[in-house]
């Protein structure tokens, strides 16, 4: 009772601030998502994104041993794939020497012990931009999770330590799981995007890897029926518990500031690791507005991702990992 209790005592100083602080956020919280492109010799930067990079598979190699030195020692991968590469069904999703299959690879040749977890959807293979196979104005469901197992089966044997489904599509992580089981990936793990939102803030994203869903007759035009209607809350717990039971070794929801309340709850119900993706809308604002002199960026960086890790994020895949790794110094 006030005055014998004074709060303020505890935030006297800097170094009470510190002795006492709950969440702290260190290199191995961070899940390094990194966007992979045909061709030599190339660094592109993001338009909507700056300061990061599309890269070839060289630059990839020194890109990964930097992270490496930082002591950030998981990455997240995801290509960009030619158009002419592209079809309705993902073929080229299960090509044993595409762009994923070596970009694995050339991080385990890199890294050995770098953490390799990998994109496994059909939108950055799709003609249409869709998370799954289209028919007469709908996603197909079963269909496409029969090629997201076989896609997973061709990352673990490329050398990817977890799959990392993104769809949404409902029953694909027993599929999986049963999948990786049945080819001997007993060791595979799958970080299933388990409540995963229909959400404005993944724009820059889809530049990053065109894989907008296009706007064509017959085709839908967002991906409001196997995302989650941003307004849902129980749903998302229901999605999670659902993962876990077919296999999910560590579940995620995305994006992440506008759904802190969706990780706590989530966090208070299951008892596997939660990953939070923060996203590239969140991402870019930052950017944008810091360039502007509007925001402090390296405050405003440190602020949201300890209240991601708050809320309950045990990984936080973020595009601010390096910057997060500088503002520490």
């Known amino acids: 009772m006030y005055p014998l209790i004074r709060n303020r005592r505890l935030r006297s100083s800097e170094a009470v601030r510190n002795m006492v602080r709950e969440t702290i956020i260190s290199p191995s919280d961070f899940l390094v998502p990194l966007f992979v492109v045909e061709g030599k010799g190339i660094k592109e930067e993001i338009a909507s994104m700056p300061n990061y990079y599309r890269l070839s598979l060289d630059n990839l190699t020194k890109e990964v041993k930097e992270l490496w030195k930082m002591g950030l020692h998981s990455v997240l991968l995801f290509v960009k ?40 959807a059909l939108d950055p293979y799709s003609s249409y931009g869709h998370d799954g196979i289209v028919s007469n104005g709908q996603i197909l469901n079963d269909e496409s999770v029969e ?21 949404m599509m409902d029953g694909r992580i027993l599929s999986i799981r049963e999948a990786l089981e049945d080819e001997g990936y007993i060791n595979t793990g799958i970080m299933a995007y388990s409540a995963k939102y229909a959400s404005a803030f993944y724009g820059p994203f889809r530049d990053a890897l065109d894989s907008a869903p296009v706007d064509i007759k017959n085709v839908p035009k967002d ?40 990780v706590r709850e989530i966090k208070n119900e299951v008892d596997v690791p939660v990953a939070v993706y923060q996203v590239s809308g969140e991402y870019a604002m930052v950017k944008a507005a810091a360039e502007k002199g509007w925001l402090n960026h390296d405050a405003v960086v440190m602020e949201q991702l300890t209240a991601i890790k708050r809320a309950g994020a045990n990984v936080i895949a973020s595009y601010f990992a390096k910057d997060v790794i500088r503002i520490m110094g």
């Open 81 to 120: 794939v030619p158009d002419s590469l592209k079809d309705n069904s993902g073929s080229e999703a299960l090509n044993e020497n595409g762009l994923m299959q070596l970009a694995i690879k050339t991080v385990k040749n890199a890294c050995p012990d770098m953490l390799v977890m990998t994109d496994v």
């Open 147 to 167: 090629v997201l197992a076989e896609m997973s089966i061709s990352h673990a044997k490329a050398g990817a330590d977890f799959v990392a489904p993104s769809d």
């Open 223 to 262: 991906k409001n029926t196997y995302q989650m209607d941003f307004a849902n809350r129980f749903e998302a717990i229901r999605e999670t518990q659902m993962d876990i039971e077919e296999g999910a070794d560590i579940v995620m929801v995305k994006p992440g500031l506008c759904y802190l309340d969706i």
